[in-house]
């Protein structure tokens, strides 16, 4: 088990259990009055949950409480947490945490809980005009999306996700990428000023994209995630 980069057996803990609960969303709708049939509304997304069961065991008391407390000061804010037996990570925020005495008085159990959403390797799809990008994982995900013109271009119109992106001034062979935490690049410098949209990229289960010239190479690029 490792919280970033740091390995739990660095604080002499060992993980013993792992308990996922999915997320529960539900179905939204209304049924007004008078309506044969009820009327489905938009569902969103909400964290799920894991409950890990730590094992600590050190020379005395005193060593053992003070690694649990530093332990768990690594979950400040949204952390990702790699679990024994799974893979990816666990990209969550601390909710709940307890200790537990043990019959020896060298061992303590640290219970976790944590609100999140497992997540993979970034995966990077070549769109084809027309086809449909299967995304991986069960939930909705931002993307960041790569444009390269072979010449230059006064326009590259690209549709398929929500709202319709329009790119201006494009240079042959230079890519401009729309990235999914809400910066527009080109060479590493701000081309914002140059695109017009109405809300970022978003993967659904099938996103079929289609662009305007069509000689233009479009790559996205995404962080699949499950629960």
Not at 53 to 67: A, C, D, H, P, T
Not at 156 to 163: E, H, I, M, W
Not at 167 to 195: F, H, P, R, W, Y
Request: one cysteine or more.
């Amino acid at each position: 088990m490792k919280i970033g980069t740091h390995n739990a057996k660095d604080y002499g803990a060992k993980q013993l259990t792992v308990e996922f609960q999915l997320p529960q969303t539900g179905s939204s709708y209304e049924w007004p009055d008078d309506f044969m049939e009820p009327i489905d509304l938009p569902t969103t997304q909400k964290c799920g949950s894991v409950k890990v069961v730590i094992l600590f065991k050190g020379r005395s008391r005193n060593e053992i409480m003070r690694n649990i407390s530093d332990f768990c000061g690594l979950l400040d804010g949204p952390q990702k947490v790699a679990l024994d037996g799974y893979e990816g990570w666990y990209l969550g925020r601390l909710q709940k945490s307890t200790v537990a005495k043990t019959v020896s008085g060298t061992a303590y159990k640290l219970t976790i809980e944590l609100d999140g959403y497992m997540v993979g390797e970034e995966e990077a799809v070549e769109a084809t005009q027309g086809l449909p990008i299967t995304r991986k994982g069960s939930r909705r995900r931002p993307c960041t999306v790569e444009i390269t013109t072979p010449e230059d271009a006064q326009l590259v119109t690209l549709r398929g996700f929500a709202k319709e992106i329009a790119v201006k001034n494009l240079t042959a062979g230079v890519t401009v990428t729309i990235s999914e935490d809400g910066l527009v690049l080109e060479n590493g410098n701000n081309k914002m000023q140059d695109v017009e949209m109405q809300a970022f990229p978003i993967l659904e289960e099938e996103t079929t994209l289609t662009w305007e010239p069509a000689a233009a190479a479009v790559v996205v690029r995404y962080i699949p995630a499950w629960m």
